[in-house]
């Protein structure tokens, strides 16, 4: 709602102003005021009105709060937590080959990572951390990761005793019992599903 309707309707619902000007002198003038506005239902109606509420919320099951931790509100798809690594669906294998773009992007230098190459002179990751200490979740990473590697998740309770407790590759990679849950590809920074429509093919000119 704008201000300027907001305005609107503060004029419009008969709103009854409280005099602050003149507060009271003393306490009987207290007393005599409280009185009079108890008497005339402002007291009764407000009473009333935590009361229906209560009511709601026990017995009719209109409540309108959440009981966090044990409910948490659904929050969007596109939402930057903490990130997740993911896996091939058909090997299980990570998807991250090592280039290092998310490395070389991350604004907050807060990425590390080590590569070798293996004995079939395919690029191995052997480290790889992120510093949450640092990490702005830009987002920057996952936009930029060519093999939709690296995506936000929607963990976004990051309080812990041990901050490198969330930063291991291990501790962002999907177990492998769990691959069988992981979507393709969710998270921030993955591509949409209605992807392929958006795509303009390359003229033949090219
Ligand atoms: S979200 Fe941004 S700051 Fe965090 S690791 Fe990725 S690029 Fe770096
Ligand atoms: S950009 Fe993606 S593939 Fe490249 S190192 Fe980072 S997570 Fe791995």
Redesign the pocket.
């Known amino acids: 709602m704008g201000l300027e309707k907001f305005k609107k309707r503060v004029g419009t619902q008969n709103y009854v102003k409280l005099d602050l000007t003149h507060p009271p002198a003393d306490g009987w003038s207290a007393f005599k005021q409280v009185l009079k506005r108890s008497l005339k239902g402002e007291l009764f109606v407000g009473l009333w009105v935590t009361l229906r509420e209560m009511i709601n919320a026990l017995f009719r099951g209109k409540m309108h709060t959440t009981q966090y931790p044990l409910e948490k509100l659904p929050i969007s798809p596109r939402y930057r937590a903490i990130h997740e690594?993911l896996r091939l669906l058909e090997s299980g294998h990570y998807?991250?080959?090592?280039?290092?773009?998310?490395?070389k992007i991350c604004i907050s230098n807060c990425?590390a990572?080590e590569t070798r190459y293996d004995e079939n002179q395919r690029k191995e990751?052997t480290e790889?951390t992120i510093n949450f200490g640092r990490c702005i979740f830009c987002g920057y990473?996952a936009e930029?990761?060519?093999?939709l590697?690296?995506v936000h998740g929607g963990r976004y309770e990051t309080a812990s005793e041990q901050r490198a407790s969330f930063s291991l590759f291990e501790d962002m990679l999907t177990p492998i019992d769990k691959l069988n849950l992981q979507k393709e590809y969710p998270g921030f920074g993955a591509v949409s599903p209605n992807a392929d429509d958006n795509i303009k093919k390359t003229p033949l000119a090219y």
């Not at 998807?95 to 490395?103: A, D, P």
């Not at 930029?144 to 093999?147: I, K, R, T």
């Open positions: 690594m998807r991250c080959i090592g280039c290092g773009l998310c490395e990425i990572m990751v790889y990473c930029v990761c060519p093999e590697a690296i």
